[in-house]
């Protein structure tokens, strides 16, 4: 442990002193008392051991010790003193640490012997410098993204980690994938490999550390909003949104699509606009990644005018067409108590939405008052019944429809099967409308058209699995 203490009497006027009393430095002599400087050992770069002597009386305790500073800087007066020394009568050391590096110091002993001081001749040591022995570089590898502005901040670790000269250059392997800074600064430029290496100016020791430079590549894309079908009215415009996942992927371009123009179109901002009525698909599609990520939508556009409806002098009034359409075709398909045909999806128990035990459809439940709106709705199954038992019920062969018609009108429906699992059943032959009543948590009434080869029709109402797909023809007063 270094002590200081604090004389007086400069170095000069204690040797003066000395001097007038006729006592001389490292001379030695019978009956006084000297001190001696001897050599130095177990010389580091932050610390040395010091040895020194003296003969004549016995001096112990802190009365004995080593006054140690740097080159330039040693004064009796001023300079550190150890005086806690290690060692036998006559002969001592005292360990010097916190020193520093490639210096030059100077030290003489020193002892008080009946109040007074002498000191031992000055010599001096060198501390030797701390040099590098290795390096790495933390972390040792590292992964960015580009187009992102993604940096890092590589660190050079020294061996020792108190090497004086810490002085570095860097360098890419690849600079065009990503720069490195003369201070280690990574910036990632574009996607591939690079090797950053940093080597010491003291020595020449080398470290390097991999920077992957990555894409974030598109994963998935969906469209908002988000519904499987959309609704429109002729000459109404919809903005659609195209979503990507990840949200910090580089390349958010997407081109949009539509199946059928004479129905709607979009712009590659995403905006539709209804031109006709009937049914459409948008696609949207990711340009990153090979344009593999795509999403679909699907619209259908009604007229903006409500449909004529025909009055069969019955207590409803029935609609020319199906939900869905308003031309000479069968609509969408709907499971019972469902708004929304499925798209993409299959006519399943497990697919269906609406499990509720309805006795009869309440208005947002009901297709035809959901999508059509004003006073239409689904018809009930008395009045399904009351179209079955009251009308002519015959089959336009050069149509391909259902005619039902009383009091010379008639209200015609479209051959349109029913979807069940993935796949239509009698489409084109037979008919299966949907009525607003509902038999039990599985079942539902519908209306059910068939013919015979013979072109004879049949008109009933009967039970049908309410997760199936059915087509619905609205009523009104």
Known sequence: MKRFFVFALSLAAVLAAFSSCGEKIDSGGSGSSYVFTDESDNIT???ARLHAHYNGTKIEGDNVGIICDKEGKLDATKSPRESSVTGEDGKFYVTFFDL??????EYMAYAKVEGKEYYGKKKSFKTPTISVTGISISPSSAKLIFGQNETIQLTPVFTPSNALNQNVTWKSSKPEVASVSNTGFVKALTEGKTTI???TEDGGKEASCEVTCEKISVTDITITPERSMIQMIKGKTLQLTANIEPSNAPNKQVEWSIINTKVA?????????AVGSGYTQVSVKSKDNGMTN??????????NENPTPVDLGLSVKWA???VGVDQAKWGMYFSWGETVPKMGEYYLQDTYKMTANFTTLTSNLDAAAVNWGGSWRMPTKAEVTELVTSCAWSWDDSQKVYKATRNDKSVIFYPSGYYTYYYVSGEGSSGAYWTSSGVSSEKAWAL???????NVVTAKVEEGTRYNGRTIRPVCK
């Open 45 to 47: 770069s932050t610390s």
């Open 100 to 105: 520093t590096p490639n210096t030059v110091y």
């Open 197 to 199: 290496t940093v080597k």
């Open 265 to 273: 179109t979009i712009n590659q901002n995403g905006l539709v606009t």
């Open 294 to 303: 795509s999403n679909i939508c699907h619209i259908y556009v009604i007229k």
């Open 320 to 322: 020319p067409y199906d």
């Open 448 to 454: 059910s058209l068939t013919k015979s080869s013979s």
